[in-house]
């Protein structure tokens, strides 16, 4: 009654289901370790956050890495060197506006300089001049804000060549200190105090730490996808069955009208 499944066609289509099943199941576990790549994420940018603030030369130094800090929150103390000041081209602001990053390096006492980002302006009139930037607070001052590290190839931003005068693609702490010729620490810190006020830059958001994102419910939905191989294949067949067995069943009753047929004279 299931000879049928030798057949070329059904060989196939079991075929099939059998390397879908371990494929989805495969995919369900990517999509649910992406899930909980996201949910240590947030856990971690969120005991940054709520850390207490410390200085951020005890974070980072001059060339350091300081991937395994970031979101910390630190504070400085210095100087803005509006000299050696740059735009970030191509940053966009909590409603997706095209314009730039302000990146205004501190003087620290110790000779040293750590990056600022103290917000965006939007990109208005020739974006081969350097934009009207507003200007950041003069004497000493005091600082708070997220350490961010830097970004590099990884980052996916293209390091565009070429570029108008104190213009740049990355936040890059090496490449700063060589144009500046002082050192500089590593990273750069996301200013979120003291306020800029109105006609300051705008300052960078948060980042998100409460979205877990739709991963675990892709991942759900593969299993499921999964499961449905094998029972779509069980109801394919007893289809199948089912409408061989009722060809079989009507060709068996036409034979005897045919044999009564022909055995009527005329």
């Not at 213009?167 to 750069?188: D, F, T």
Request: net charge positive; hydrophobic share 40%; proline share 8%.
């Amino acid at each position: 009654m299931y000879r049928f499944l030798l057949s070329r066609q059904w060989v196939i289509l079991t075929l099939v289901g059998l390397v879908l099943i371990p494929v989805m199941i495969k995919l369900g576990f990517w999509q649910f370790h992406r899930h909980e790549h996201r949910v240590a994420r947030n856990d971690f940018v969120a005991r940054s956050l709520g850390a207490d603030p410390v200085p951020v030369t005890e974070l980072s130094g001059p060339g350091k890495d300081v991937s395994a800090d970031v979101w910390r929150r630190v504070t400085a103390r210095g100087t803005f060197d509006t000299k050696d000041e740059v735009v970030v081209r191509l940053r966009t602001d909590a409603d997706g506006k095209s314009g730039y990053m302000v990146l205004t390096p501190l003087l620290l006492a110790d000779g040293r300089a750590v990056l600022v980002n103290r917000g965006w302006i939007p990109s208005t009139g020739d974006l081969t001049k350097f934009p009207e930037v507003p200007a950041p607070p003069a004497g000493q001052v005091t600082v708070t804000g997220r350490l961010r590290a830097d970004e590099t190839d990884s980052s996916g931003i293209k390091d565009t060549r070429g570029l108008p005068p104190r213009q740049v693609m990355r936040i890059n702490s090496e490449r700063q200190a060589a144009s500046m010729h002082r050192p500089v620490l590593g990273g750069y810190i996301e200013l979120t105090a003291p306020d800029p006020g109105d006609k300051g830059p705008e300052p960078v958001a948060a980042p998100d730490h409460d979205s877990i994102g739709p991963h675990m419910a892709y991942a759900v939905q593969w299993w499921l996808f999964a499961a449905f191989v094998p029972v779509g294949w069980v109801v394919l067949v007893r289809r199948e069955r089912r409408d061989r067995a009722a060809a079989t069943a009507d060709t068996t009753g036409a034979r005897p009208a045919v044999a009564r047929t022909a055995a009527t004279p005329e």
